[in-house]
Every structure is written in C-alpha cells, then in structure tokens.
C-alpha cells in the first residue's frame, strides 16, 4: 500500500509540472530542426557554427541532416545548442494525466479480475453482480501496487 501512496503521489508531482509545459504543440520541431533554424535565424554559417563545435562544416551539415531525421543523438544536440548559446530542453510529456493513464489501467485490470472470477461463477451456476465502480477503481488504485497494471 506504502508503493501505490508514494507513485500517486509522483504522478501527481510530475502532472502538475506536465500543465506548466502545455500546449506541447509550441514544441514542435521546424522541419529542418531546431539547429539549422536557430543558426539560419543568428545569421550564422554552418562554418561558424562548425568552429565553435570543434568539428569540420561538413560535419554539421550532417548533424543537422541527423536532426532533421530525429537520428540525432542527445548529447550532440545537447553540444550543438550550446555552441547555438541555447539551452536543450529535454521532456517526455504525456498524452494524457499520468493519473488518468493510471485509472485506466486499473479500470482494465479490474476487468480482466472480474472476468476470470465471472467465469468461474458461471461455470458453477452463479452470477457475479457488480460493476467497476468509482469507489471500486478507488480502491484498488489506492491498495495495489501500479506495477500490476502494466501487466
């Protein structure tokens, strides 16, 4: 029970940090990427930007080329944006409240309980009443351990 307190209280921190970020659509990335767009807008040439990274111009035209094609590896976007004077901002934001993709996962684990436990009433003629209730999910989420519904 201790585990399910402490993830709902996780999930609660990071929702709440996840509504600071949105909308998650002023984060998308310029077609050709965000380095070539922030160079292009300084007025810098891949040949200024290739000395301040300590490489050769052919070499950011090919991290750019990368980026574009989202191959690029984060710590070489991470060298790029500070050579750009940018700071790298790196998130995995949910479709969905962490909460919300929680429930329902327990409302779906509660089913798949339900189920096996209805066919083995049935199996001995009796009948299983009940539905997957508010007070019902509540209470799962709250005495079982969130791992289980990712099963």
């Not at 409240?97 to 096996?116: M, T």
Request: glycine content about 4%; charged content about 30%.
């Amino acid at each position: 029970m201790k585990k399910a307190r402490l993830a709902a209280q996780s999930r609660s921190n990071l929702d709440d940090r996840f509504r600071e970020l949105a909308p998650v659509a002023r984060y998308s990335v310029p077609v050709r990427g965000w380095i070539k767009a922030v160079r292009e807008a300084l007025g810098m040439t891949t040949e200024q930007l290739a000395k301040r990274l300590g490489v050769k111009q052919p070499s950011v035209v090919a991290i750019e080329q990368s980026e574009a094609k989202a191959s690029i590896e984060l710590a070489t976007l991470r060298r790029a944006a500070n050579a750009l004077d940018c700071t790298l901002v790196y998130a995995l934001i949910p479709n969905k409240s962490l909460e919300i993709a929680v429930r329902d996962r327990a409302r779906a684990f509660l089913r798949r309980r339900r189920a096996s436990v209805e066919h083995s009433m049935l199996l001995e003629d009796q009948g299983v009443r009940g539905n997957n209730s508010d007070a019902q999910l509540d209470e799962i989420m709250r005495d079982t351990n969130p791992r289980l519904f990712w099963d």
